[in-house]
C-alpha cells in the first residue's frame, strides 16, 4: 500500500494549442477585515496573499467584496493571473 505523500504535488499541464508548459500555481491567502461588510455595503479587505516555489512571491491587495472568503478567492486570482504572466526565465 502506498503511503500518502506528506505534501501535495505540484502538477503541471501542458497547453496543447501553443505547446507552452508551466507549473500550477499553489497559493495561501490571509484577510484581515478592515471594514466589515453589512447587508448593504461591501466590505474592504487586506489580503496578503504568498505563493509555493517557484511562484513564492508575497503580494498585499485591498479589495471590497460581501465576504472575507470571497475577498480570499479574488485575492488569489490576481496573484494567479500576476504569477502567469510573469517571467520565470528573467531572473
Avoid at 477585515?33 to 517557484?54: C, D, H, I, M
Avoid at 472568503?69 to 488569489?76: D, R, V, Y
Wanted: proline share 10%.
Amino acid at each position: 500500500m502506498l503511503e500518502p505523500s506528506p505534501s501535495p504535488p505540484i502538477l503541471c499541464y501542458i497547453g496543447s494549442s501553443q505547446g507552452i508548459k508551466m507549473a500550477q500555481i499553489l497559493a495561501n491567502a490571509v484577510v484581515d477585515v478592515l471594514k466589515p461588510a453589512t447587508p448593504v455595503n461591501p466590505g474592504n479587505f487586506r489580503v496578503e496573499v504568498w505563493g509555493q516555489p517557484p511562484y513564492d512571491y508575497v503580494r498585499t491587495y485591498e479589495i471590497l467584496a460581501k465576504s472575507d472568503t470571497i475577498a480570499a478567492q479574488e485575492g488569489i486570482q490576481r496573484f494567479v493571473t500576476e504569477m502567469e504572466t510573469l517571467d520565470l526565465s528573467k531572473g
